[in-house]
C-alpha cells in the first residue's frame, strides 16, 4: 500500500487537467477553510496531464457532482495513510441542484427558486429535465 501526504481524507486522482478548482466549487469544497493539497497539471501516463485533490477529513463530503464533473477520475479513500478502496465517481441518472442550466430562456432560469434536474442521455450526457439544454461546466 502506498503511503500518502493525507492521513484520514479522500485523494480525487485522474481529473481532467486545469479543472481542480472547479471541482472543489461543484463540491462546495472552501480551499480557505479545508485542509487539502492540489497538485494541478502532473504527467499522468493515462491522460497526459492531470490534477489531483488531496482533502483531509473528507467524511461530510458529498461527492454526486464529480459523476458530472469529472467521470474520469478515480476516488481513493485513505484511512492513516493507505489507501484502501479506490472507485470511480457514479454517474446519477438524475442530478438535482447540482449543476444549473445555461439555457436563458428555460423555465429554471426565469423562475426564481425551480429545482436544476438534469438527466444522463444515452449518450452519456447530462441534460436538463426541462429543456434539453446540455449540461455545460
Ligand atoms: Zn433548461
Not at 462546495?28 to 504527467?43: E, F, K, Y
Not at 489531483?52 to 457532482?65: N, P, V, W, Y
Not at 441534460?127 to 434539453?132: E, K
Request: charged letters at 25%.
Amino acid at each position: 500500500m502506498k503511503v500518502t501526504s493525507i492521513v484520514d481524507g479522500i485523494i480525487i486522482d485522474h481529473v481532467q487537467s486545469g479543472t481542480a478548482l472547479k471541482v472543489l466549487h461543484y463540491l462546495h469544497v472552501d480551499p480557505t477553510s479545508t485542509r487539502l493539497a492540489l497538485i494541478m497539471n502532473t504527467d499522468s501516463h493515462k491522460y497526459g496531464r492531470k490534477d489531483i485533490i488531496k482533502i483531509e477529513e473528507s467524511d461530510d463530503l458529498d461527492l454526486t457532482a464529480l459523476g458530472f464533473i469529472a467521470p474520469q477520475a478515480t476516488v481513493d479513500m485513505v484511512r492513516q495513510g493507505h489507501i484502501v478502496s479506490k472507485h470511480k465517481p457514479d454517474r446519477p441518472v438524475h442530478l438535482v441542484n447540482v449543476i444549473s442550466c445555461v439555457n436563458p430562456r428555460c423555465v429554471t432560469s426565469v423562475e426564481r427558486g425551480a429545482d436544476q434536474c438534469f438527466h444522463l442521455d444515452d449518450s452519456g450526457v447530462y441534460r436538463c429535465d426541462y429543456c434539453d439544454e446540455k449540461a455545460e461546466l
